[in-house]
Structures are given as C-alpha cells and as structure tokens.
C-alpha cells in the first residue's frame, strides 16, 4: 500500500487547508486511516482517524470542532478538512493506514506512512 499525501501550504490564522491522502495498491475495507503531525521539537501525534467501513471517527481534543476527517472509498482518499487554523496547528502533516483497528487505541497499529505534507500557519 502507498500513500501519497498532499495539500499542505501557507495559511493565515483563522484560514482553512484540505488535506489529501490517496492510497494505492491493495486495501482493505477494515482499514483504519490517520492523519498525524509532527512539530519542531514534539512528538508525532495523532490528530484524526477513520474507519473504512462505517466511517466512525476519532479526534483529538485539539483538533475537536475545527478539523473534519472524511473518507471517499471509490477512490481510496482520506481528506483533512482544516479550519479556523492556528499557529500551534504548524506542523508536517502524515498520513497513515493501519490494516485493521486496534484494541489499544486509534493512534497505535499504523503499517503504512505516507510522506508528510506542511502546513504552517502565520500569525
């Protein structure tokens, strides 16, 4: 499976950005998409995860209300909706597939890393 992620750029605060996550090769339907980010100086955390199959979600508290992860199965995209970005939103932003869920957590299981895309967002 590859994951090509795009859409990251410069934005002002308060802008909006659509992240892309196309997935190729073999999938699954009981796959689990993330997007993670990783700042200068922090660690990689998850922001937003999807189900394949259900679409059920997971956010951080961070993100809660401003980012909207979504899904297009036909064509294998998993899209990040940011809005009323932030400064501390400044990040690179991965995608990643994990083959079936995990019974630890949607941040844990990951099999599959897309190369990361940046967002930085001005003040």
């Known amino acids: 499976v590859q994951l090509q992620a795009s859409g990251g750029g410069l934005v002002q605060a308060g802008g909006s950005l659509r992240l892309s996550c196309a997935a190729s090769g073999r999938t699954f339907s009981n796959y689990v998409m993330g997007w993670f980010r990783q700042a200068p100086g922090k660690e990689r955390e998850l922001v937003a995860s999807i189900r394949w199959s259900g679409g059920s979600t997971y956010y951080s508290d961070s993100v809660k209300g401003r980012f909207t992860i979504s899904r297009d199965n036909a064509n294998k995209t998993v899209y990040l909706q940011m809005n009323s970005l932030k400064p501390e939103d400044t990040a690179v932003y991965y995608c990643?597939?994990?083959?079936?869920?995990?019974?630890?957590?949607w941040g844990v299981g990951y099999d599959y890393w897309g190369q990361g895309t940046q967002v930085t967002v001005s003040s």
């Open positions: 990643a597939a994990a083959k079936a869920p995990s019974s630890t957590g």
